[in-house]
């Protein structure tokens, strides 16, 4: 028996970005996921970075951790939301990722003399690490990052060009999805940035076989067919992509447009009608919420809720977990000044973040919080400003700080490991990836976990410093969370309230729709229980 020939699916975007490119990619990968197929992802990021882990979470948004420990786009968040897939390494591909291997080859005298140009050397880079994200799966769906038109995204297109030529046209798909926007003035829907865009793709020898156009409306016949004859494309292939409520409501929307049933037509694959059973209960459960939940989210951030984006998802799941809606409002820790502000949310978070901008006003939302006995949820920095809070307003030590914050702070509660402080200088090691964790009998994370050892994602390089951690015990802090070698503290808890919990790495990673992550149900769960205490 031969085995399957394995299939790629290429995403490119026109007109603008942020068209929901990922989004889009996702909910194609979970319509094939439901119809029995094993997919896989690769993001291509054509901009020169090696990874996004340097780069600032207002321009590009989070910093998006896989379980191996790599520092990825917020697309591979998408990714693992939608589908089974498994995020590593191989999923995420920047053009500074794939020049640094290329000229690594080069110094080491990989290429034999030869001269190292974009074609052949960078493209086959490109195809090799498109052929490694496609082993052992039926689908790999391939998404590239950027728009048509830009100058980085040349190599990775015509890469793409090429490989419809490798692996054989039948079994590739290319999906172009761009704007096609509705001008009020003239009423009228219109299609000409997206034929510019499906030119400047076919310009570079590629070929869209289906067109997803986003619009806020649905595409009447007439406007189908018009892109259909201009942009070369049969009119069934082209599929209205309709702004949606919700983003979940995308693989629905899509399979009711018969893009799954397109997409299998044109790589030649039989399946069965799509299994949507999950996907159609999880809509109907978010149509109906039972009430609303508002959680105050104080961060540096929060002009850019992409900077969040797992976070939100996470808190979005702990609704789903609660049969309720969840509404998050952004707070600008430096503007902070008046926390009565705060006096109405249900629950309130202080998420991951770096620097010591804005980290008085998070200290004081934590003391509210603490004090007004509101549930608090505290991630990474958040967890670590729990500690500095507690050591100063409990502990009674005035000047604790992370160094971080403060490097000569008398009081280092939150501190690098010895260890860590001998290659520092060069940088720093950042804690990154899948860490092994082992929780307290008889504390809310035991409690919500169900289970003593469990595994999460890490982001950081301070840690709860070990030498004040009979201190902070004495007065009342909860470690609730260690490595299972006892070094490492990764949650703390203090009793006496209802809900206020700080861990050091990142749950927010592990969070499906379908498979809400314990803490933000367990942390949702006490929002509603005030919710209806501020109601009564
Ligand atoms: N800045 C902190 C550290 O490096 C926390 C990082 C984070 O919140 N992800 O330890």
Not at 56 to 71: A, L, M, R
Not at 468 to 487: F, I, Q, V, W
Not at 511 to 519: D, I
Request: hydrophobic share 35%; net charge negative.
């Amino acid at each position: 028996m031969t085995a399957k020939p394995l299939k790629f699916i290429f995403v490119t975007g026109g007109v603008l970005s942020g068209l929901g490119k990922g989004l889009s990619s996702a909910a194609i990968g979970s319509l094939l996921e439901a119809r029995g197929l094993k997919v896989n992802f690769l993001k291509l990021d054509p901009y020169l970075n090696v990874d996004p882990g340097t780069m600032n979470p207002i321009q590009h948004g989070e910093v998006y951790v896989t379980e191996d420990g790599v520092e990825t786009d917020l697309d591979l968040g998408h990714y693992e939301r939608f589908t089974h897939m498994e995020a590593n390494s191989q999923n995420n591909v920047t053009a500074g990722r794939v020049y640094d291997s290329v000229i690594g080859k080069e110094r080491r005298g990989e290429y034999l003399g030869g001269t190292v140009q974009v074609i052949p050397h960078v493209t086959d880079e490109i195809k090799e690490r498109i052929h490694r994200a496609g082993e052992n799966v039926d689908i790999l769906i391939v998404e590239v990052g950027g728009t048509v038109g830009d100058i980085e995204s040349l190599p990775f297109l015509e890469a793409i060009r090429q490989f419809r030529a490798d692996v054989g046209r039948e079994n590739v798909c290319n999906v172009h999805l761009a704007l096609v926007p509705f001008i009020a003035a003239v009423g009228e829907l219109k299609t000409k940035p997206l034929q510019h865009s499906v030119k400047e793709l076919q310009s570079v020898g590629i070929a869209p076989d289906i067109i997803l156009c986003r619009t806020d409306r649905h595409l009447p016949r007439s406007v189908k067919s018009k892109i259909g004859l201009f942009c070369n494309v049969d009119e069934d292939a082209v599929v209205t992509a309709k702004d949606v409520d919700n983003i979940y409501e995308l693989p629905l929307a899509f399979n009711e447009e018969g893009l799954d049933e397109k997409i299998t037509r044109v790589l030649g694959i039989w399946t069965g009608a799509p299994n949507l059973g999950a996907w159609e209960e999880l809509i109907r459960s978010l149509k109906a919420p039972e009430a609303e939940v508002r959680i105050a989210m104080v961060g540096k951030y929060v002009d850019l809720s992409d900077a969040y984006k797992s976070l939100n998802e996470a808190l979005y799941h702990g609704g789903i977990g609660n049969r309720c809606s969840v509404k998050i409002d952004y707070l600008d820790s430096e503007k902070l000044t008046d926390t009565a502000v705060l006096s109405q949310a249900h629950g309130i978070l202080v998420p991951h973040g770096f620097g010591s901008r804005g980290t008085a006003g998070k200290i004081e939302a934590v003391r509210y919080a603490r004090e007004q006995k509101i549930p608090f949820f505290g991630i990474c920095f958040g967890m670590q400003i729990c500690v500095i809070e507690f050591a100063r307003n409990v502990a009674g030590l005035k000047s604790a700080n992370s160094t971080e914050v403060d490097a000569s702070t008398p009081h280092p509660v939150i501190d690098f490991m010895p260890e860590q402080r001998e290659i520092e200088g060069t940088g720093g090691t950042m804690r990154l990836g899948g860490y092994p964790c082992s929780l307290r009998e008889g504390t809310v994370a035991h409690s919500a976990y169900g289970t003593f050892d469990i595994s999460e994602r890490h982001r950081h390089r301070y840690e709860f410093n070990p030498e004040y951690r009979e201190r902070l015990e004495n007065a009342g802090l909860m470690l609730s969370g260690s490595s299972p070698d006892g070094k490492l503290v990764e949650v703390v808890e203090i009793s006496d309230h209802p809900w206020f919990l700080g861990s050091q790495f990142h749950p927010e990673f592990k969070s499906t729709p379908f498979a809400p992550h314990p803490l933000f149900v367990s942390f949702i769960r006490a929002a509603r229980s005030r919710s209806d205490g501020l109601e009564h």
